[in-house]
């Protein structure tokens, strides 16, 4: 019968876990250098694809933006005519304007408009540029508004002015100050119905309407 030495056991069981280890450790060291070779390559790729999209957008933009632009009409001088609800003409002239294909809308470029009230009485708006919404009948102009009544000689000055060519009525909410034979006036707001016929002023808070009356000529 044959008796096995501990000892040996021990040593063959020494010998087959250190081969072990040493296999676990040259596959992790082959992996190691595996990503040391592969990692500056990722970087590259990556880098380089962040710079393809973002020239792809900048050159995609600059497409579209061309596209838009083309797809725009221009007016040198336009003239736009329609008349309100009880017949009123109006006019609606510019330096120049812009038809944004996605709205329809018009912007425009120092505009004039012409509100006319029968015979010679005209009140006539003029603006640094504005917006008229065809559709909906709405013209926004500003900054720098002035508003001319040719029948008293008033004159109103305000940010901005929005005329609703259907009704007639004109009115903004950016403060207000008007000019003219009679005096002066300030306010908050302002509406200005029938094309000039009638004028209402309002103050909000602490800013009250107010105004000062030039004494009648000759007394």
Do not use: C
Request: charged share 20%; aromatic share 6%; proline share 4%.
């Amino acid at each position: 019968m044959t008796h096995l030495d501990p000892t040996e056991d021990r040593k063959r069981a020494d010998e087959t876990r250190l081969a072990q280890q040493a296999g676990r450790w040259r596959s992790r060291s082959r992996r190691v250098q595996l990503y040391r070779r592969l990692l500056p390559i990722l970087i590259l790729v990556l880098a380089g694809g962040a710079l393809t999209w973002t020239v792809f957008r900048t050159v995609m933009s600059g497409v579209e933006r061309e596209a838009s632009q083309a797809r725009e009409i221009r007016l040198d001088n336009p003239m736009f005519h329609g008349q309100d609800a009880q017949g009123r003409s109006f006019i609606i002239g510019a330096q120049g304007a812009v038809r944004d294909p996605a709205t329809g809308r018009f912007r425009l470029n120092g505009p004039v408009l012409r509100l006319n009230l029968g015979g010679t009485k005209v009140t006539e708006m003029t603006a640094d540029a504005g917006t008229y919404n065809e559709a909906e009948r709405t013209v926004t102009i500003g900054p720098n508004v002035r508003i001319s009544d040719g029948g008293s000689g008033f004159t109103l000055t305000t940010p901005e002015a929005v005329v609703d060519t259907a009704a007639g009525v004109v009115t903004g909410d950016k403060g207000v100050q008007g000019s003219g034979p009679l005096g002066t006036i300030s306010a908050t707001s302002y509406a200005i119905h029938d094309h000039g016929q009638r004028v209402v002023f309002s103050g909000s808070g602490d800013n009250k309407v107010q105004g000062t009356i030039n004494p009648a000529s000759g007394e």
